[in-house]
């Protein structure tokens, strides 16, 4: 039977697979586990994590020197600030997967005799018992354990460190927690409500590790996996349009990889040769058929605390505050994984792929609502007309900016989001649009492409489009802008026609004064410059 390129769960011998173990530093682990410390791995959801502890677990099972058990806690998210229940349910749990590896009934055993016991003795009280009677030092994985809240979470944690003395002998030599994020930025609401983070609830860590994306490296080795197994080429040129859109985030790599190979069936014919036009449709349908992974994305853009991180990189705001952001909420929407923090530079969206899902989820009622037709815009040899389109765009701006922009949740946003689900519309079904944005920019890059043919490798009409909003003088926004568009479409290349759209949004201007457009000429070129 054919492997696959697997979205679903951990991986499994029939998928394609990179070696669990290379994906961190093993001798690392190693060296903390002999030293008999507890510690951290953390990293976005479906980014591997499962699938790493699990391969960990058989190896050490595997060496012989320990015994090693994975238990996910998710379960007991259902109880919620019922820490009894909660706690039993860990227990439980942990009797289960101590069973199933050790081939044993005496980890149930053990569960019953440690019924009695409270909820805040009880986790702590059955891992005495277990390492006191177990052969071999434990090494403990929790898996989920920031899906536990309040009470529960820091009775777990608690317990787990009121036995570290008693290690080995007495208590697990080593314990791995799991999560979305380090215990360390934990903020947790008691039902009294008082508020401890998790530094102070577990506070013997000694590291934490995060688990990162795959490589450049490693995406092609995936790939190839699959070329390998079947015979179906990819050609080079998508490789890099595989790691600009995903970035290396595990469940998109494969996600892209099954699309492309499976999904879209006129390719399971393996000896099409995968070209960067299918990729381009491989994308654009997983956007618009929005898998878990991406409704897990779109449901937190509706959070408070990432929309105060977001807003601001949509907007191109570079005048926000970023003291007013608390330190807490970015490092939130880092965790998830939605944004990237990188060493002297702004933070930015992830991925391409992020990078157009969360513009256009954020205006997709809105795309619904619009009523222009793209036939409408289209010339005779299936080409957007783009200035017919930006001036029909100036009077629906004109008519409706004030009344749209105030039902976007990200209004700070609301002329760019505007404008690209207008844009968004009219290329629907027929287009793509790349988009650039962030802080420190100081502008939204926006390419569009449009192919004139409906065979892959056809002519492709590109047009660039930068976005700005007026900030001081306009004759110096044009200037920069000129300056910007140009060197934009000299990145792209091959680009038909480029264009300058500038927001004023000085409330003391009447619309006649903010609505015009002109051409310039810069460097060679001829950009349409558009105010509204």
């Known amino acids: 039977m054919e492997r696959f390129f697997n979205t679903a769960g951990p991986q499994t011998p029939d998928s394609y697979t990179i070696d669990p173990l290379s994906r961190f530093d093993l001798e690392d682990i190693l060296l903390m586990i002999r030293q008999k410390r507890y510690f951290v791995l953390h990293a976005p959801r479906q980014t591997g994590k499962t699938t790493c502890m699990l391969a960990l677990r058989d190896y050490l099972n595997q060496e012989g020197d320990y015994i090693a058990v994975y238990a996910n806690v998710e379960g007991g998210q259902a109880s919620r600030n019922d820490a009894q229940s909660v706690v039993k349910s860990t227990v439980d749990t942990l009797a289960v997967q101590f069973r199933s590896v050790m081939k044993s009934d005496l980890p149930l055993q053990i569960r019953d005799e440690v019924q009695q016991e409270g909820k805040d003795s009880m986790l702590a009280t059955y891992l005495h018992y277990l390492s006191e009677r177990l052969p071999k030092p434990i090494v403990l994985i929790i898996d989920e354990i920031d899906a536990l809240v309040g009470d529960s979470l820091v009775s ?3 317990q787990i460190r009121s036995g570290y003395t008693d290690r080995p002998a007495a208590f697990p030599q080593s314990i791995i927690l799991c999560g979305v994020r380090d215990v360390r930025d934990y903020r947790i609401v008691l039902s009294n409500q008082d508020i401890i983070t998790g530094g102070s609830a577990f506070n013997i860590k000694t590291e934490s590790l995060r688990l990162g994306n795959f490589s450049k490296e490693e995406i092609h080795e995936l790939y190839m996996q699959h070329t390998r197994e079947t015979g179906q080429v990819f050609d080079e040129v998508c490789f890099p349009m595989v790691w600009d859109a995903t970035e290396g985030q595990p469940w ?7 699309e492309v190979t499976y999904k879209m069936k006129g390719n399971r014919d393996r000896s099409v040769r995968i070209i960067p036009e299918m ?3 491989a994308i654009e349908n997983i956007i618009y058929r929005r898998d878990t992974h991406i409704d ?13 991180v977001i807003e601001p990189m949509l907007a191109n705001d570079d005048e926000v505050d970023d003291a007013l952001i608390p330190t807490d909420d970015i490092q939130y929407v880092e965790d998830m994984g939605l944004i990237k923090r990188e060493k002297g530079k702004p933070r930015r969206i992830a991925n ?10 954020l205006t997709w009622s809105t795309q619904d609502a619009l009523t222009q ?3 409408w815009y289209e010339n005779p040899d299936h080409s957007i007309n783009v200035e017919k389109l930006l001036l029909d765009f100036q009077q629906f701006f004109r008519q409706n900016a004030d009344a749209w922009i105030g039902k976007f949740d990200y209004a700070e946003a609301g002329p760019q989001l505007l404008l690209q689900a207008f844009l968004q519309r009219v290329v629907n079904g027929g287009g793509y649009i790349d988009r650039e944005y962030g802080l420190g920019r100081k502008r939204t890059d926006l390419l569009i492409r449009k192919p004139l043919t409906d065979h892959y490798g056809g002519p492709v009409q590109r047009v660039v489009l930068e976005l700005k909003i007026k900030r001081g003088d306009l004759d110096k926004v044009i200037e920069k802008g000129l300056e910007q568009t140009v060197g934009y479409m000299d990145t792209v290349g091959s680009v038909d026609e480029g264009h300058l759209i500038i927001f004023d949004r000085t409330q003391e201007k009447t619309w006649d004064e903010r609505i015009w457009h002109k051409p310039y000429e810069y460097e060679g070129r001829t950009i349409v410059v558009w105010g509204m």
């Not at 998109?252 to 099954?258: E, Q």
Request: charged share 40%; no cysteine.
């Open 296 to 308: 897990i994305l779109i449901d937190k853009l509706e959070e408070p605390r990432v929309r105060r």
């Open 373 to 375: 037709d793209p036939l």
């Open 156 to 158: 777990i944690l608690r």
């Open 352 to 361: 391409g792929i992020y990078r157009e899902i969360i513009p256009r989820e």
């Open 252 to 258: 998109l790599v494969n996600a892209l990889g099954r």
């Open 279 to 281: 990729i381009d449709q």
